[in-house]
């Protein structure tokens, strides 16, 4: 398959003759081009070979260049890699959202991270950076540290000068940070008219409507926030949702909450000391990430993994998919107010916990997978137990699936809502759960087996509901398949050593891995320099993949269904966003507070209350403090 | 009677004294049970006085928005509403503290206070969610008030009282008739949940959609005297239920005071099996299922008694 593409391409297009290689089995690799070659490449491979579905778009740091890597793929799975840069100078790179809906997000982070100009990208918010950022900083450029960066001030200071300071330091430091102070975050008109959204902008002539009045009165729609803080959301975001009665007429979704600078601390790090940052990428499917970032590693470095670690990356993977569904079905029940299903299915949760721990020591961040293997092995009685356990979970979610299949306030709430068809999927590049429930053997346990799924083939859950009733029961069945994977594992489970040793230095060249998460595909770049230290770390969760289609989801719906759709594609925000604690959010009040402002504010609060807090005696309190 | 007695009668005992304290134990009940359904442990039995005195103790934050005197009214109507309702309900023996011919009807209308305590309390709160809360407790009481009128109305064509003591003295003479009744008792049943707002009724107040509706602004003792003019309401209402499709009694009061205490438990514990059981419903689809389902049947039984009241001349 990779090699008619490849002889497919250096046909149309002569001047890729030695520019196209197929650097790894279902990866075929394009060499740097110029734009207007890369531009005609993308489109007939989107136009003639279908290439439709969009992976995923990385910035890099190439230098005097910036570096855009697309990622895409077609009916055959074939992952074709695209390159092409812009000049720092002027970074300016058409948008390709028009061809593939699934590269707002990225392209977004293209303009946020790197200061890319993407011409043409719908305008929108930004994501995923604080709307109080500073305008001009770009952290994920080479030449931009984080140590310089003051996160209270929200401003970046050029490393210091040893310059004649003749006045005091100490002085000279608090002027300049009152300095900074005074020049406050002046907002950008994006920020301003921050109504965050992910996907197609809604029509101009919606946006140019007044909003909507808090009381409905005089207009009969009204806007209720979802968010940043509600109790169906797990993690903030928004979802401004227009009602015209209980008729979602129009949503908004802002998300980009929970960015920490995760893929720049990588850069910064050991390849081990990576390990431990990206197992806390997401608090459920860690496992997933650390897979794909150590078999990222391990291809680079050369390694084969012993098959038992193998066998032990699949059980503990499986796992992880079996209590992340249950969490996920737990949940849903909440959401549409079945706390029965909650409490029962968050029970069942325990016992697969409860078996992580004995394995990794932790709950969550078991911190299973090291590189080049596993670091702890499954022992005969403990495999006993996983046995048990099995068996008593296999009991529980027939019944889950029989509840289902037959309970009718189940059905009427599920069936029919946040329906995402077949074809919006596709447009859309929805992935893992939400693809499935549509009818698309979207796994790339099947698509591409790596590790033991290589001996133990999985069979695909599909359903053709496409609606949250349809997510339900594909997770549910998942869940079965899951205990005959971790059953097949531990029958076949092979003697051997848990670990290979791994170089410090890994050699230079990049590696793409994707993995199947719980909530879907789970894509890893990584690009190494020869060095102890990767050159350019880039996550991207399923759930990234998932959000371009929730505005159609949710419109056309019920206020009562927002929030079981929103659960439905099991949203994880923090996989999502990754950088640096957020002050404030301009969605909906249109103002954001920075430090200072937030004391006057607090101040004022109490001496509305009558208590003066200029007249407590700080040094006082502090004293009996200690 | 002379007026002290039926002060004590009012205030003490089967009055508001035993109607608090039978709100606050079948709360605890209530939730325990729940809970149990749920294999969790649930709450100490002073869970519902602990909570009340909390929220009593409570900072009240009133919004700026808010009318301040409908805000602040409101709790004490729902629990004045509530009181009055449980006089003409019979508790010790076969009759109410006080009862004439139509309380019935007297009492039908102070139920209606609660969600319409419920409804003005989202409105004039002037928030976003309550606002919605609001009109959904509004969309759901114009759903169920119907079918509930109807389903009441019904024993009463056969005693011939429009009086909750008349009808159970004519049912403590002719027990077998209660069985005609069943398909009322159904629809009550579940009306009742509706009524109550609970599960899978709670569209007005679900927590996951609209935080927690109508009431989503109140704090501190006005939230106490709410919920716990609602744990009355739950009171009243399976108070009520007993008395028109349970009438079973003894004529010996204090035995007639317990076989009370049996019945309510019981449908309480079917209503709370009912709430673990469902997930919430749509408001749409709570409509479409009061009017589709439950007015009909209601209709059939009201039309069931007055062909058996014409032809057998009960």
């Given amino acids: 398959m990779e090699n008619e593409l490849v002889s497919a391409l250096i046909t149309q297009f002569p001047e890729l003759e030695g520019k196209v290689t197929v650097s790894k089995p279902m990866r075929v690799s394009v060499d740097w081009l110029p734009q207007d070659l890369f531009l005609k490449v993308i489109y007939w491979l989107h136009d003639e070979q279908k290439l439709t579905k969009g992976h995923n778009v990385i910035g890099t740091d190439e230098g005097e260049n910036l570096g855009f890597i697309y990622m895409i793929s077609g009916p055959d799975q074939v992952i074709v890699i695209l390159r092409t840069t812009a000049p720092k100078s002027d970074p300016r790179v058409p948008s390709l959202s028009g061809l593939y809906k699934s590269f707002v997000l990225f392209e977004r982070e293209l303009c946020d991270l790197f200061g890319a100009q993407v011409t043409g990208l719908p305008s929108g918010p930004r994501y995923p950076l604080p709307d109080n950022w500073p305008k001009e900083q770009w952290p994920l450029r080479k030449e931009w540290k984080p140590e310089n960066f003051d996160r209270q001030t929200m401003t970046y200071h050029e490393p210091a000068q040893p310059a004649a300071t003749t006045a005091d330091p100490q002085q000279a430091a608090v002027e300049a940070k009152t300095e900074a102070l005074l020049e406050t975050v002046e907002l950008g008109e994006e920020a301003k008219t921050a109504t965050a959204y992910v996907n197609q902008p809604l029509p101009d002539a919606a946006a140019a409507k007044p909003p909507a009045p808090a009381h409905p009165e005089g207009d009969n729609l009204i806007t209720v926030p979802i968010g940043p803080q509600h109790p169906s959301l797990d993690e903030p975001s928004t979802f401004t949702i227009t009602l015209e009665g209980e008729k979602v007429e129009g949503a908004v979704i802002g998300i980009g909450y929970n960015h920490r600078g995760l893929e720049k601390a990588c850069e910064s790090r050991t390849y081990v000391q990576d390990l431990y940052i990206i197992e806390r990428v997401c608090g459920i499917c860690s496992h997933a990430h650390t897979t794909a970032y150590c078999m990222c590693v391990e291809q680079l470095a050369g390694v084969t993994v012993p098959p038992r670690a193998e066998y032990i990356r699949l059980i503990v993977g499986e796992m992880e998919r079996l209590h992340s569904h249950l969490l996920w079905l737990g949940v849903a029940g909440h959401e549409i107010g079945f706390d029965t299903l909650f409490m029962m299915s968050w029970r069942d949760r325990e016992r697969v916990l409860d078996i992580l721990t004995v394995l990794g020591g932790n709950r969550i961040n078991y911190g299973i997978n090291c590189l080049g293997g596993v670091r702890r092995d499954i022992d005969p009685g403990l495999a006993q137990d996983i046995l048990k356990t099995m068996d008593f979970l296999e009991t529980e979610i027939e019944y889950y699936l029989k509840l289902a299949e037959t309970d009718s306030t189940l059905a009427a709430r599920l069936a029919g809502v946040g329906v995402l068809s077949k074809a919006d999927c596709l447009l859309y590049g929805a992935a893992g759960p939400v693809a499935r429930a549509a009818g698309i053997a979207d796994d790339v346990r099947q698509i591409e087996p790596y590790g033991a799924y290589r001996d133990i083939p999985v069979r695909v859950v599909t359903d053709d509901h496409a609606d949250v009733f349809g997510r339900t029961l594909v997770r549910i069945k998942e869940m079965l398949e899951s205990i005959r994977l971790i059953r097949e594992a531990l029958r076949l489970l092979p003697e051997g050593p848990l670990t290979v040793r791994v170089p410090r230095r890994i050699p230079a060249g990049e590696a793409i891995i994707r993995v199947e998460a719980p909530r879907g595909e789970d894509l890893h770049y990584l690009r190494a320099t020869g060095t102890d230290m990767p050159d350019r770390v880039r996550v991207r969760a399923p759930t990234e993949c998932n959000w371009h289609g929730m505005q159609h989801m949710l419109e056309g719906g019920y206020l009562s269904d927002v929030p079981i759709t929103i659960a439905a594609i099991d949203p994880c925000y923090s996989c999502t966003d990754r950088a640096i604690s957020l002050t404030g959010h301009s969605s909906l009040s249109g103002e954001v507070l920075d430090w200072k402002q937030l004391r006057e504010y607090s101040l004022q609060w109490y001496r509305q209350r009558g208590v003066d807090p200029s007249r407590i005696d700080v040094s006082d309190a502090a004293a009996r403090a200690d | ?314």
């Fill in chain 2, 1 to 314: 009677m002379s007026v002290l007695t039926a002060l004590l009668k009012i205030l003490i005992f089967p009055g508001f004294l035993f109607l608090s304290a039978y709100a606050l134990a079948l709360q605890f009940l209530d939730r325990k049970l729940y809970a149990r359904l749920q294999s969790r442990q649930g709450p100490p039995w002073y869970q519902p006085v602990a909570d009340f005195i909390k929220l009593i103790g409570k900072e009240t934050l009133i919004p700026a928005q808010a009318n301040q005197l409908m805000f602040r009214m409101l709790p004490a109507f729902c629990l004045a509403a509530m009181a009055v309702a449980f006089v003409y309900i019979p508790v010790w023996g076969r009759g109410a503290m006080f009862s004439f011919e139509g309380d019935m009807i007297v009492v039908l209308y102070f139920l209606a206070v609660p969600p319409l305590a419920s409804f003005l309390a989202g409105w004039y709160s002037r928030s976003l969610f309550a606002t919605v809360g609001a009109t959904r407790t509004l969309t759901q009481m114009f759903a169920y008030e119907v079918p509930m009128f109807l389903a009441l109305l019904a024993p009463t064509l056969l005693s011939g009282s429009w009086s909750v003591s008349g009808n159970m003295a004519f049912y403590a003479t002719h027990p077998l008739l209660v069985l005609v009744n069943l398909p009322a008792l159904v629809v009550t049943l579940i009306v009742s949940q509706c009524k109550l707002e609970r599960t899978p009724f709670d569209a007005p107040e679900a927590e996951t959609e609209i935080v927690s509706g109508p009431l989503v602004e109140y704090g501190g003792r006005y939230l106490a005297f709410f919920t716990f003019s609602k744990d009355c309401e739950l009171v009243v209402v399976l108070s009520l239920f007993t008395a028109m499709f349970l009438p079973f009694s003894t004529g010996i009061s204090g035995v007639d005071f317990l076989l009370y205490l049996v019945k309510t438990l019981a449908v309480m514990a079917v209503l709370c099996l009912l709430r673990a059981t469902t997930a919430r419903l749509r408001i749409n689809q709570i409509v479409a299922f009061c009017w589709k389902y439950l007015a009909p049947t209601a209709l059939l039984q009201i039309i069931l008694n007055l062909v058996l009241r014409e032809v057998f001349l009960i």
